[in-house]
């Protein structure tokens, strides 16, 4: 069967929809208890659910900025347009295993209406990796916040946890190494290669990279000469990708605030619980994307509120509370995304 873009279109849509009724009755309390856990969110649902209008934002600014530092002359795409497939592509993210299996196809479908193919494979592929590369800095960065807390006495500090920070630093440098080397030499092509490593895919990628030789190296060009050539597009990027997750830290913050935790108010109150909820992001997120192959990451984001926010000293509850939250805007934006959908048609 030959698929075209819109059977293709069609079948993202259904695996939208199908994610949220799967995360629907995947909750782990019952609908009265969900509803209990909304109503007490009750108008901080409005700014949790709403600060991710900048943080799409931020992240369809850093996506343009790869776009047109790519793009020919005569090449345009509009930023709404490209705000549209960041929300659509990360509701297809949520609702899919290991992520890019589904929103990252659909931004390269979309945006080649639009640009030639090559210059929509490699920003999309571009973007994804800035993506991860921000991520890294989050978790990088928080190893120092905590460092500080603790050593204001805010935070325990003991010889296991200086083994995890360490652990995680480790594993931020050698993150770090592989994209940098990404960036000077290409990846589409080793990455490639690599998966033909695996048993019963040798012959594929041969074949793969034999029929698409041109293609794949042209795609290779573009991720070398973003950082060679055009290092303003390429560090304006990572920043925006890197502030977008420090902003994404607000809806914790906001939940914090619901539960009363404010660390004794005032400026200094605020700024010490807003730290917190950036470590609690930081930690989370680093426990979901190394067990990234679960749809929609089922309960190991659960879990990893309630371990991160348990460590920060407070109680289980509020971390049942923050990812059962979170968890009801996955939906609304996967909702908001597969909307955006159906209408460009």
């Known amino acids: 069967m030959k698929w075209t873009r819109k059977k293709l279109n069609n079948l993202f849509f259904i695996v939208g929809l199908a994610a949220v009724v799967v995360m629907m009755l995947t909750f782990d309390v019952s609908f009265i208890e969900l509803w209990e856990h909304v109503t007490k969110a009750g108008y901080w649902l409005i700014p949790i659910v709403g600060v991710w209008v900048f943080i799409y934002g931020l992240n369809a600014i850093a996506w343009r900025c790869i776009i047109l530092s790519n793009k020919h002359e005569d090449e345009k795409v509009g930023f709404w347009r490209i705000y549209r497939l960041t929300i659509v592509g990360y509701a297809l993210n949520y609702a899919t295993p290991v992520g890019g299996l589904g929103g990252e196809p659909y931004r390269i479908m979309e945006l080649s209406k639009h640009i030639n193919k090559e210059s929509a494979t490699s920003s999309v592929i571009l973007y994804a990796m800035m993506h991860f590369f921000a991520h890294f800095f989050l978790w990088f960065s928080s190893i120092f916040i905590y460092l500080a807390l603790a050593a204001v006495g805010d935070l325990p500090y003991s010889m296991p946890v200086g083994i995890i920070l360490g652990l995680i630093a480790v594993f931020c440098m050698v993150a770090f190494y592989v994209l940098g080397k990404g960036y000077q030499k290409g990846l589409v092509v080793k990455l490639i290669r690599w998966v033909g490593k695996i048993p019963g895919l040798k012959n594929w990628s041969n074949r793969f990279i034999q029929k698409n030789d041109e293609l794949l190296h042209n795609i290779d060009a573009q991720i070398i000469s973003l950082h060679q050539r055009d290092k303003r597009a390429f560090y304006t990027s990572l920043s925006l990708e890197y502030i ?68 920060m000293g407070l109680s289980a509850a509020l971390g049942i509370f923050v990812s059962i939250i979170c968890r009801v805007r996955e939906i609304l934006w996967i909702l908001i995304g597969l909307f955006l959908m159906r209408i460009e048609r």
């Open 244 to 311: 977008s997750r420090i902003v994404q830290s607000l809806e914790i913050f906001f939940m914090l605030l619901l539960f009363g935790v404010d660390c004794g108010g005032g400026f200094s109150g605020l700024a010490l619980t807003f730290l917190h909820s950036v470590l609690i992001l930081s930690f989370t997120t680093l426990f979901a994307n190394m067990i990234g192959f679960l749809p929609m990451q089922l309960g190991v984001q659960e879990g990893g509120f309630v371990l991160s926010i348990a460590a």
